[in-house]
């Protein structure tokens, strides 16, 4: 499974940006797929999971502002984010769950400024 993150940029501090994460390979399997960020400094942390037959799971500092979505025509999610912070800058992964193994995309740079 290889999958392609892109949507990051530099947006104001209030504003939206929409994450995409395109799977191709044997995506017919795929469990569960994520987002995660990792800030400068910190550990990488899952933001935003989907789950076929279950409610999707926003981490509470992004809960109310972020919504993750499935795009059928990717074969992939989505991750739209309201209401930028400052703190949300950071480098966002797209995490693919096939049958318990883990695949990562490239990772698209957020940069939240005041």
């Known amino acids: 499974v290889q999958l392609q993150a892109s949507g990051g940029g530099l947006v104001q501090a209030g504003g939206s940006l929409t994450l995409s994460c395109a799977a191709s390979?044997?995506?017919?399997?795929?469990?569960?797929m994520s987002w995660y960020r990792q800030r400068p400094g910190h550990s990488r942390v899952l933001v935003a999971s989907?789950?076929?037959?279950?409610?999707?799971y926003i981490d509470l500092d992004v809960k109310g502002r972020f919504t993750i979505s499935r795009d059928d025509a990717k074969n992939g999610v989505s991750l739209q984010m309201n209401s930028l912070r400052p703190e949300d800058t950071a480098t966002y992964y797209c995490?693919?769950?096939?049958?318990?193994?883990?695949?990562w995309g490239q990772g698209t740079l957020v940069t939240v400024s005041s």
């Open positions: 995490n693919a769950n096939v049958q318990g193994q883990y695949y």
């Open positions: 390979g044997k995506v017919s399997n795929l469990d569960t």
């Open positions: 989907m789950t076929a037959d279950y409610p999707p």
